[in-house]
Each structure stands twice: as C-alpha cells, then as structure tokens.
T-cell receptor, first 112, second 116 residues
Framework: GENVEQHPSTLSVQEGDSAVIKCTYS??????FPWYKQELGKGPQLIID?????GEKKDQRIAVTLNKTAKHFSLHITETQPEDSAVYFC???????????FGTGTSLTVIP | DSGVTQTPKHLITATGQRVTLRCSPR?????VYWYQQSLDQGLQFLIH???????AKGNILERFSAQQFPDLHSELNLSSLELGDSALYFC???????????????FGPGTRLTVL
C-alpha cells in the first residue's frame, strides 16, 4: 500500500515569513495529492490539492509543488498570519482508488 | 461548517463496552468515509461506503463495523472497547464513489471517544 511521510512534525515561524511542509509518497500510481488544515477542535478542511499532471498550483498565499520523479510534494505558505496556525496534513491517493493515505501532520505555529 | 454532522461530540465509556457513532453526510453526498485519529498518529482510514454499499476497508479492526442506511447516514459501531481505542473519530463525505480520485472529502467535527 501507499506510505506517506511528512516533515517536519512541528514548525514555528514569525508572522510574515514563509512556511514549507514536505511529504513523500511511495506508490507511483498515486495521482491526487490534497492538503488539509485542521484547526483545534475541528475536522480537517481541504485547502489545496494537486493532480499528477500538474507540477505546481497556487491559490493566493498557498502553493503546492509536485515532483513525480522523486515522489515528493510540498506545501508553501507565504506571508504567514497567526490564523494560519493549525495542523496541516498531506495525503495521497489514486484516481480510481477508494481512500486517501494521510501523513502524520505538521503543527504550524505563526508567532505574531 | 462543512455540512457533515457527527454525534455525539464526546463519548466516555469503559473497557469492554460497545458504542455507536453517527454521521450524516452533506446533502447530496453519497459517499461516507470513517477515519480514526489518535494522538500520535495521523488520520487512519477505516472504511468507505457509497450509497449503502461498502467500497473499501482500511485498518479497521474486526471489533469495529459500520453501515450506511438508505437515508445515507452512517453509523460506526465499536465493540469490546479497549483503552487504545480512545481517539477522535471523523467521518467525511463526498459526492462520488471514488475516494482517492480528486473528489474533495468534507470532514465532520469528529467524535472524541475516551475509553476508561
């Protein structure tokens, strides 16, 4: 099965700085890679996703890059704000599959 | 608010007991997924139902079972509970059958289960 590794497990940045979270996956057949943000006491919420036919996707301050050859993908948050503080999960899955495989999460703290 | 509801929010019970967690998907969503989130682990996929039929099983213990009813709500039954079953249990829903296929999963707020 798929194995998704995520680093770092915790990340602290100053407000306004950038944050980068990295994930690797093992199944070369995985072709969909969502990122979820989980705030305290809430369920995960999709913030951005990327498919394997695309190398990069951007949505305002958030971007995701994908390197299929190396089997890794990254989340980039620029101009971080305190409200970005949360746990972020990466995941990998197949188009015709029935489940996501999640990373173990990164706890991001943005220091005002 | 994702539109997915889960009840109860908190559940405290004893080892050996049985509990039922309930999930109502977003209006129009036919797929329901169950996940377990422990303190030291990420989200572990348990099971996926689509329109009443089981579609995929993940790391679900034999003591756990689930079903999806004609009105599309789903229940996760946990029996012979052990201390290690203490966790957050999330359900998620999506429109289509393919859970890994780029179809956004909307997560509920979770049920926190504590086994004493």
């Amino acid at each position: 099965g798929e194995n998704v590794e995520q680093h770092p497990s915790t990340l602290s940045v100053q407000e306004g700085d950038s944050a980068v979270i990295k994930c690797t996956y093992s199944d070369s057949a995985s072709n969909y890679f969502p990122w979820y943000k989980q705030e305290l006491g809430k369920g995960p919420q999709l913030i951005i996703d990327i498919r394997s036919n695309v190398g990069e996707k951007k949505d305002q301050r958030i971007a995701v890059t994908l390197n299929k050859t190396a089997k890794h993908f990254s989340l980039h948050i620029t101009e971080t704000q305190p409200e970005d503080s949360a746990v972020y999960f990466c995941a990998a899955g197949r188009s015709l599959g029935n489940q996501f495989y999640f990373g173990t999460g990164t706890s991001l703290t943005v220091i005002p | 608010d994702s539109g997915v509801t889960q009840t109860p929010k908190h559940l405290i019970t004893a080892t050996g007991q049985r509990v039922t967690l309930r999930c109502s998907p977003r209006s129009g969503d036919l797929s329901v997924y169950w996940y377990q989130q422990s303190l030291d682990q990420g989200l572990q996929f348990l099971i996926h139902y689509y329109n009443g039929e089981e579609r995929a099983k993940g790391n679900i213990l034999e003591r756990f079972s689930a079903q999806q009813f004609p009105d599309l709500h789903s229940e996760l039954n946990l029996s012979s509970l052990e201390l290690g079953d203490s966790a957050l249990y999330f359900c998620a829903s999506s429109v289509v059958a393919s859970g890994g296929g780029g179809n956004e999963q909307f997560f509920g707020p979770g049920t926190r289960l504590t086994v004493l």
